[in-house]
């Protein structure tokens, strides 16, 4: 493994060649969750997302037990207000007229409006809610409520269900259940005026007996019971198993304490990292026949807008000695970026991996400092520094290095907020290096060698804390970013992937941007209708 790390430091440095471009993008792209920016400026720039303080939360969508007849346009107000809000925000609405979808081939008028209602957003699907019972229902009337809803769509487009929710689904073995199971498994899939991917639902309440694992179940309620019954006896066992697929687990709680902003955030932090679909109510009683109140600030934490880390590099570091810094194109720029609340802009330098003389570096952050002078009025300044060149192996003389420049970053008032520090190795570094950054990237390879067991091995032998790691992967082919992006969110919290091979910080991949993009926003059932719901947030252009 020698080898790796001497590619790093030893023998040409990557980035350093890099940098020899008077003019340079950057683009780099962390965590998380899911709104689209595109940014199109014709200075350099390196962009990175990280979700702040993240604690290793991860996208989630809504399973929304909607059990409350429309009485009146309004009932379902304060449901339609969180879809509208939350456009990034997927919602799996259990639609339930009457425990079932009633003795009729369609519900009532009114039923019928609010569905059509639903109908219009599109990030909302809607599935049909069937009791099974415990599996001990008659099945024939099981598929006939199926078929009932499959019906709907025969007389509208817009009543049409796109799946079933089976609740009271059993959680014991035995080997009729396993038969039952499938034929209403089946059913669904064959229904042909259910639309979609005709989403199947299972609602145990509890992790079901895995012999009931059967084809073509979507999704499953493996937890629908209060927040006490989860934190004194079912979150342990939950933790406990292993390999699950999170976009395969729902969580459904009742009874929510009245939290803090920051208490409902780590909770759901927490949760999301089993589970991708995700409920939550303080109501302790008729859980889910009224809308809560908490619904609002549950959305807002289920899925929070990415943040961009932007890398400022006007001349791999702040610019010539005997230039201005910043030029006008940064001084112009920079203020646009920062009027941006998701955009975090941080300068570069670069340290020859400790070679360079401490001074200079020094000379470089305060060069960055100075640019935050007349803030107020200017909005011109960065909020950290990314320091490229890092060394990966420790020596007394390093870890100083390292300790001095973050200090005098954090002690530098001229850098703005948190004052973020970033490294790039480039590799995993010795963990007592990688302690002066917030964020460490331990991997910058094209796509091919990071695939290679070289690199993985490496990975795999250097755990890294995946709150404070980056990934930088280039070349990566079009049909490998969706699972690539996938894989990486869950190692790292910031990476960024772009199919360029060469120079692939300066430019932003003609199609791999868009598609890393959707990637991030859509972590479960790629739908063919995504361009539609991704939401451009910032395009600054010059
Ligand atoms: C409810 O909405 C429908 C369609 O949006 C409309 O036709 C109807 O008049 C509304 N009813 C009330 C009471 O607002
Ligand atoms: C639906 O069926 C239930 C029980 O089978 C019955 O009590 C009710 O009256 C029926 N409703 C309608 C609208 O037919
Ligand atoms: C289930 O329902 C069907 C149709 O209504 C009926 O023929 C059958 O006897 C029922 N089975 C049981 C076990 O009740
Ligand atoms: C569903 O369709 C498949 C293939 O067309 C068929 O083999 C199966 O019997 C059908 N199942 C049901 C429950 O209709
Ligand atoms: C808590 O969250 C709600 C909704 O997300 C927001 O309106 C409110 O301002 C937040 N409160 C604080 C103290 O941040």
């Known amino acids: 493994m020698e ?7 030893a023998s040409g440095p990557g980035l350093h060649r890099k940098c020899q471009l008077r003019r340079r993008w950057w683009i780099t792209i962390g965590i998380a969750v899911a709104i ?8 350099p720039l390196a962009i990175i997302l990280p979700r702040r303080g993240d604690k290793g939360g991860k996208p989630s969508s809504v399973i ?7 009485e009146t346009n309004s009932t379902w107000g304060p449901l339609y207000e969180a879809i509208l809000t939350h456009p990034e925000l997927e919602f799996l609405v259990i639609v339930n007229p009457q425990s079932g979808p009633g003795n009729g081939s369609l519900p009532d008028e009114r039923y019928q409006q609010a569905i059509r209602q639903l109908d219009t957003y599109p990030n909302v ?56 199971l499938n034929r209403i498994n089946s059913a669904v899939k064959n229904a042909t005026g259910l639309t979609g991917d005709r989403t199947i639902i299972h609602n145990p309440g509890t992790i079901p007996d895995s012999r009931l694992e059967v084809p073509n179940t979507d999704i499953t309620v493996v937890f629908e019971q209060s927040y006490d019954h989860y934190e004194t006896s079912q979150k342990a066992l939950l933790d406990d198993e292993k390999d699950v697929d999170r976009d395969s687990w729902a969580y459904i709680f009742h009874s929510v304490p009245t939290m803090s902003n920051s208490t409902i955030e780590n909770f759901v932090d927490e949760i999301s990292r089993k589970a991708a679909w995700l409920y939550l109510t303080t109501r302790t009683d008729s859980y889910y026949e009224y809308l809560d109140s908490s619904l609002e600030r549950f959305c807002d934490v289920a899925n929070p807008d990415l943040d961009f880390l932007v890398i400022v590099n006007p001349n791999s570091g702040p610019g010539d000695r005997d230039q201005p810094s910043p030029d006008h194109n940064y001084a112009r720029e920079v203020p646009r970026l920062n009027a941006y609340s998701n955009v975090y802009t941080v300068g570069y330098i670069r340290i020859d991996y400790c070679r360079k003389p401490l001074q200079d570096s020094f000379d470089e ?58 490294h790039n190795p480039g590799t995993a570094p010795d963990s007592s290096l990688a302690e002066h950054a917030e ?30 790691a980056g990934f930088m992967i280039s070349g990566v082919p079009d ?47 790629p739908q063919q209708d995504q361009e539609d719901e991704v939401p451009v947030a910032a395009a600054p252009t010059v």
């Open 3 to 9: 080898s790796l790390q001497h590619s790093k430091e």
């Open 36 to 43: 689209v920016v595109i940014l199109v400026i014709v200075i």
């Open 64 to 70: 929304f037990p909607l059990y409350i007849y429309p």
């Open 125 to 180: 699907q809607k599935v049909g809610y069937v009791r099974t019972g415990y599996a001990e229902r008659n099945i024939s009337d099981v598929l006939s409520d199926i078929e009932t809803y499959s019906g709907w769509e025969s007389q509208s487009a817009s009543l049409a269900m796109s799946g079933v929710f089976f609740d009271e689904a059993p959680h014991q073995y035995e080997a009729a259940t396993v038969d039952y």
């Open 365 to 422: 952050v305060a060069r960055y400092a100075s640019w935050s002078e007349q803030y107020e009025t200017s909005k011109l300044g960065v909020r950290g520094i990314f320091v490229d060149e890092t060394p990966n192996h420790h020596s007394p003389e390093r870890a100083d290095y390292l300790d001095a420049l973050t200090r005098y970053i954090k002690q530098s008032p001229g850098i703005l907020g948190d004052k973020f520090v970033a």
């Open 439 to 468: 964020l460490t990237f331990v991997c910058e390879e094209p796509y091919s060698r990071y695939r290679s067991g070289e690199v993985q091995k490496w990975l795999e032998l250097h755990p890294f804390d995946r709150a404070r």
């Open 479 to 525: 049909d490998e970013l969706h699972s690539l992006v996938q894989e990486l969110r869950d190692r790292s919290a910031y990476f960024f992937v772009t199919e360029v091979v060469d120079d692939f910080y300066e430019s932003f991949g003609p199609s791999s941007w868009g598609a890393f993009m959707q990637a991030l926003q859509h972590n479960h059932q």
